[in-house]
């Protein structure tokens, strides 16, 4: 009955940006903390970024710092993960994932709600 979708993946040159969306249905976004995942082919799947559902909170992964902003829109029941200055070994499925609790963290385990993923390709 919870479902996370994401969307706005695609194909985008080095230095170029995209930005993910994470739509929630059958809950309120203001009590979950939502977390960023993505998985490269060959590679076990990593936090990327996460926000908290008290105070907005937001953590980042040291190799998407400085590049990665993740955001919520509670009246729109989404969350967004805005990527620029991408680098091709940022190429990845992307996962956003949801907890119902405070603490903003970046381990796979700790989600209990998923979404299908988005393709994120960075080549020229």
């Known amino acids: 009955q919870l479902q996370l979708v994401e969307s706005g993946g695609g194909l985008v040159q080095p230095g170029g940006s995209l930005r993910l969306s994470c739509a929630l249905s059958g809950f309120t976004l203001d009590y979950y903390t939502i977390g960023w995942f993505r998985q490269a082919p060959g590679k076990e799947r990593e936090g990327v970024s996460c926000?908290?559902?008290?105070?907005?909170?937001?953590n980042y992964d040291d190799s998407v710092q400085g590049r990665f902003t993740v955001s919520r829109d509670n009246a729109k029941n989404t969350v967004y993960l805005q990527m620029n200055s991408l680098k091709p070994e940022d190429t990845a499925v992307y996962y956003c994932a949801a907890r119902r609790r405070r603490m903003c963290v970046m381990e796979s385990s700790q989600y209990d709600y998923w979404g299908q993923g988005t393709q994120v390709t960075v080549s020229s």
């Open positions: 926000i908290s559902s008290i105070g907005g909170s937001t």
